[in-house]
């Protein structure tokens, strides 16, 4: 019977998912310095993690038991995937399974943002008792997302899955991947019906230039994608979004052009230097604030934990 450490969590549907096909299952949470020894005394087959362990060389190599390690979620940054795979292992992810629920945060953030509630669920608390028509005035300068240009860089799964959204709240959708030159996505209403709508791949340049707001949907990189520079492209008041990785933005750049009134607002679920994110980021009174959770939603959590069941499955079988 293969043995399963899920050392991240996983969902009950997930543990009952692998418990059918007979496998032992462990959620117990082993601290980063204690894995090696945990797997190895209890020959665990299977690791699992999600982004607070990580998989480097060193444990590879140290654990022979190994035969998969398995992300839920998307990206895999914090596992070295080909050293594994040289080694023999299977290396497993689920990137389809939280791709609506990212971009449902996309949603949460910008609407918030237009509507000034980062900065109003803020106040209200502290001055909506006593000067409730000042914070009133204060926030009536909201506008709509409709009729409103959404760029899009990074048009994978959950790029794809915000341009939906964005398309049936009514916005132009612009997008930019390197790798795609023309794309299409499939609007699926809440009765049934399938739209399909071909989607404007521009340049990075004109996607900044153009869009009145950014979301960025790209990997994690060794520099920022959005920098001094990008950000003086952009529109001015635009707003920007990053629920991909910490560090694909300049914070510094983004701060000073929050400040100069270069941007009206940023919403961030992720950061550098996660999980002790800047206190001046976290300070600052035009920035929507969530703690990496794009892909914590139940619904996602039940599809993560299904989706690595079946792929050991068919791997182990």
């Not at 038991?65 to 023999?88: C, F, P, Q, T, W």
């Not at 945060?105 to 509507?115: K, Q, S, T």
């Amino acid at each position: 019977m293969a043995k399963i450490l899920a050392n991240d969590g996983i969902s009950a549907s997930g543990v009952e998912e692998l418990e059918k096909y007979g496998y032992e299952v462990s959620t117990t949470n082993v601290a980063q310095e204690q894995l090696e020894n945990h797997i190895n005394t209890n020959e665990i087959d299977v690791l699992l993690v999600r982004s607070a362990t990580t998989v480097r060389k060193d444990l590879i190599d140290a654990c022979p038991s190994l035969k998969i390690i398995g992300r839920g979620g998307v990206g895999m940054d914090n596992i070295d995937v080909d050293y594994a795979r040289e080694k023999g292992l299977h290396v497993i992810n689920t990137p389809a399974a939280s791709s609506a629920s990212v971009a449902e945060l996309v949603f949460a953030h910008l609407y918030g943002g237009v509507r000034y509630l980062f900065d109003a669920n803020r106040q209200m608390p502290l001055e909506g008792e006593t000067k409730f028509k000042m914070l009133k005035k204060n926030y009536a300068g909201g506008s709509e997302l409709r009729g409103k240009t959404m760029g899009v860089i990074g048009f994978g799964r959950i790029g794809q899955e915000t341009a939906k959204i964005a398309l049936g709240v009514g916005m132009h959708v612009i997008a930019h991947d390197p790798f795609m030159d023309k794309a299409e996505v499939k609007v699926v209403l809440g009765n049934g019906t399938e739209v399909d709508v071909p989607v404007e791949m521009n340049s990075f340049e004109s996607v900044l230039k153009e869009a009145d707001f950014i979301s960025l949907h790209v990997p994690a990189q060794d520099k920022p994608v959005i920098g001094k520079k990008e950000l003086g492209m952009m529109k001015k008041g635009a707003g920007l979004i990053n629920a991909a990785r910490g560090g694909v933005v300049d914070e510094v750049a983004l701060l000073d052009a929050l400040e100069s009134g270069q941007l009206s607002f940023a919403g961030l679920d992720t950061f550098v230097n996660e999980p002790k994110p800047a206190m001046k980021v976290l300070m600052h009174p035009s920035v929507s604030l969530t703690p990496h959770i794009g892909a914590a939603t139940q619904e996602a959590q039940d599809r993560i934990g299904t989706e690595l069941a079946q792929q050991i499955h068919a791997i182990l079988g």
